[in-house]
């Protein structure tokens, strides 16, 4: 356990918050979400269903209607179809990045992801006894791991690679080319392709390419 690691940002914003209190004026630029509050609707549907009574245990992969509308969703934006049986409810994607290495990492295996990159990654798999393995990436690659370099770094311990598009910190995006080149990799040894998608919400200039639109035996984060 002395290998997991504190997630410094947060105590960044404690920092900022205790600025805050005192009269300063903050630019947080230390959490990854936009400036603005939840959505209206979202806010009047969340009271509406909790006024209906709808507080107690829901199915363990999420209500039925949620997934659903998920995956009519993933047909209207993306033009893929994702079966409703697929897709599982989790309090944030911290949870499901957690659940996704549990299903995958057993003590002593290796998992593949960019460094920089979001640093929770690392502590998910040392939390399982596996052992996350950074891939070095700079501007030259547009701070996302090379199918060159996930091959170079892949060896028989090794399980998965994990990537995030939009990156986190860096916010690059990959397109479905380099997609499908890390999934030939995963595929030839045999591995997983797990893909932390969940900031395509919060892609500007184009719409991001999800994993799903390239291979069907792929986890997407969203």
Same mark, same amino acid.
């Given at each position: ?12 914003? %404690? ?29 009047? %549907? ?5 006024? %209906? ?25 993306y033009g893929v ?57 700079? %501007? ?26 939009p990156s986190n ?54």
């Open positions: 356990m002395h290998l997991i690691q504190p997630f410094h940002v947060m105590a960044l914003l %404690a920092r900022a918050r205790e600025l805050e209190a005192t009269g300063r004026s903050i630019i947080h630029m230390e959490i990854g979400e936009p400036d603005f509050i939840t959505p209206q609707p979202v806010i009047d %549907a969340g009271m509406a269903a909790l006024a %209906a009574g709808k507080t107690h245990y829901t199915p363990a992969t999420g209500l039925l209607a949620l997934r659903e509308r998920i995956a009519g969703f993933y047909q209207s934006r179809s994702v079966a409703p049986e697929r897709i599982v409810i989790t309090p944030g994607a911290s949870a499901a990045l957690q659940l996704v290495m549990a299903m995958l990492v057993n003590p002593g295996d290796r998992v593949l992801m960019a460094d920089p990159g979001y640093p929770c990654n690392r502590n998910f798999v040392y939390l399982l006894n596996g052992e996350p393995v950074g891939i070095p990436v700079d %501007a030259d690659s547009g701070y996302q791991p090379t199918p060159q370099q996930v091959e170079q770094h892949w060896d028989d311990a090794t399980v998965a690679l994990l990537v995030a598009s910190p860096t916010g690059t995006v990959l397109d479905a080319e380099t997609l499908r080149a890390y999934h030939a990799v995963t595929s030839q040894h045999a591995g997983a392709l797990v893909v932390d998608e969940i900031y395509h919400g919060l892609t500007y200039e184009r719409q991001a390419e999800t994993a799903l639109s390239i291979a069907d035996d792929v986890t997407v984060v969203n």
